[in-house]
């Protein structure tokens, strides 16, 4: 049974949104409830970060714990185009020396139950294995949360403040119906893992890798993880990949040979895992929040996850809306003014990234080919691969690029 009917905040999803959130409202000496429906540790897609997550992971005290779990250091990010042609990689310490340039490929089960064990030392009360069944929004704060208890049983606890963290179930969302899809990025993953495949070691540092096939009709990420595992994914719109293809590992294998530079590194190496799915798409809330609730992480939204964001997003609104959410209970007014303050330099930030997932994805544009027009753009482009949107100018490379596509856009009309 959950200790007491009362919280000041509940939060729904201990994913990092959730656990970032509960971390650190917590410690600001709230009462908080921290829930989640699966069994921890827990299997998670997501495994390449970005470099900005550091100052989260800063202020809740677990950077050498990330060091210490021996997790394989991220240090940049390659570009491999249709043609098999691969870009020089953004190393991120080229453009800043600092520790915080430098970034993990994380085990997911490992890393979230890290977060899920900070929020607890934090003083969050955690249950897994607690489902949620019902969100009862009231005219007004206590609001009602009805839980489906491990062994059967249920119980109905309130609180001043809801924060959805369920993550693309979006469960208040889909509720309210203010879930909005992307047209443009309905796209579907299909995804294994392998043990002994190529990797990018010696002297030249790990790096997430993102290769094109020849049709760019879909792309493969590549990322180098702990234990000499690899984890390998294909990207590409949900009906090309999983309408009329077959079994999903037999769509892998058909891509794959559309993309040799996937196939010289995993040649000789060994699978060690199913072939897992997922629908990955893109969209947006219209509302964000109201009096005494709030959204955090995907059930915020969800981009896509060919530039790794999820987690960064996730692990920044969930610091966010926590102090916003700290400094509303502390005067005594969860109101949706006081709760949702954030979401307006969020949301700028989310289109910075949003803006390069649209050029990725434009056929005719090229990483490597506009980086030789405009070598200028180097430091701006590799801070936004770093994560760096909530600060300076990010959209100063849009200015080029841009309209570098559509002319390109143009000239393969004619």
Known sequence: MI?????????VGAGPAGCTTAALVAERGFRTLLVERDKMPRFHVGESLMPETYWTFKRLGILEELDRYG????????FVSHDD???????????????????WHVDRNKFDQLL????????????????VTDIQLKDKPPHNVTLALPGGKTQTVSAQVVVDATGQQSFLANRLGVKDINPDLKKAAIWTYYK?????????????????TNTKDAWFWYIPMSNDRVSVGLVGDNDYLLKG???????????????????????????????HVAKEFSYTTRQHSGDGWIMVGDAYGFIDPVY????????????????????????????????????YEYDNAIESIRRLVHAFYAKEFSFGNFMKEHPEHKANLTNLLI????????????????PWIAKAKEMAKN
């Open 387 to 402: 994560g760096r949107v909530f600060e300076g100018n990010p959209d100063q490379i849009f200015e080029d690029m841009e």
């Open 71 to 78: 997790f394989a250091k991220k240090n940049g990010v390659q």
């Open 85 to 103: 042609k691969e870009t020089k990689p953004f190393i991120f310490q080229e453009m800043d020396e600092r520790d915080c340039s430098v970034t």
């Open 116 to 131: 899920y064990e900070t929020a607890e030392k934090r003083g969050a009360h955690c249950h897994d294995e607690t489902r």
């Open 196 to 212: 002994g495949a190529k990797r990018n070691g010696g002297q030249k540092p790990e790096v997430t890798c993102i290769l094109n």
């Open 308 to 343: 790794s964001s999820g987690v960064f997003l996730a692990l920044k609104s969930g610091e966010m809306a926590a102090d916003a959410i700290a400094d509303a209970l502390r005067r005594n007014d969860v109101s949706q003014e006081n709760l949702d303050y954030w979401t």
């Open 3 to 11: 200790a007491s009917s009362f919280y000041d905040c509940i939060v």
């Open 245 to 275: 293809r077959g079994k999903p590992e037999d769509t892998f294998a058909e891509e794959m040979t559309k993309c040799p530079g996937v196939g010289r590194r995993v040649a000789g190496a060994e699978r060690v895992d199913r072939f």
